[in-house]
């Protein structure tokens, strides 16, 4: 709707909401311990290197723990993990406890039951307004046949061929 400069932040919100997107919990840790966010921000960079980035928010308590790591994992959650989804989305002091996990060998988490994985370097770190912006050397990733969960509209959803192309079968 907005043509105003001054953009309405629930209308911004909402339109950016929009654009379909993944969801990813991104996993890394710090002195006190293992640390995890629920991103949607996770997007493609390069091939050569393999790039990604992710953005998040100034605000997030978890924020000098990805400034600082050296490491970062990106799991790719499966369209069953919802509820892993909304525990790593909350505020709250052990978002580990009862979740089924092993570590790599930079000692970060990597999350089972996921639709991929991406074990990751940070590369670059850069200023973007009220979130920070990691981009990630990818190093190894794995993948599954789970289909990924998917953020669209501000609520999940899951995904299904287009109509159009079973009527071309
Ligand atoms: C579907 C979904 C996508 C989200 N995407 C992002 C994101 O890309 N970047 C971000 O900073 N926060 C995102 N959040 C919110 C964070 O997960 C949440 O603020 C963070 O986990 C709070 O934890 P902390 O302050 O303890 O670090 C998202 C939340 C949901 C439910």
Request: hydrophobic share 20%; charged share 55%; glycine share 0%.
């Given at each position: 709707m907005s043509t105003n400069p001054a953009l309405d932040a629930r209308e911004f919100r909402n339109a950016l909401g929009s654009f379909a997107t993944g969801v990813t919990i991104i996993t890394t840790k710090d002195e006190n311990g293992y640390v995890g966010t629920t991103a949607s921000s996770f997007n493609t960079v390069s091939m050569d290197p393999p790039l990604i980035l992710w953005s998040i928010d100034k605000?997030?308590?978890a924020l000098p723990a990805y400034e600082q790591g050296g490491h970062f994992c990106v799991n790719v959650l499966a369209d069953d993990q919802m509820e892993l989804s909304n525990r790593f989305a909350?505020?709250?002091?052990?978002?580990?406890?009862g979740v089924d996990y092993k570590v790599n060998q930079h000692d970060i988490p990597m999350l089972e039951g996921c639709s991929t994985r991406f074990q990751c370097k940070t590369k670059y770190l850069y200023e973007g307004g009220d979130h920070m912006i990691i981009v990630g050397e990818v190093l190894d990733f794995d993948t599954s046949e789970r289909d990924g969960l998917l953020f669209h509209n501000g609520r999940y959803a899951v995904s299904e061929s287009h109509p159009e192309l079973e009527a071309c079968v």
């Open positions: 605000r997030a308590r909350r505020q709250q002091d052990d978002k580990f406890s």
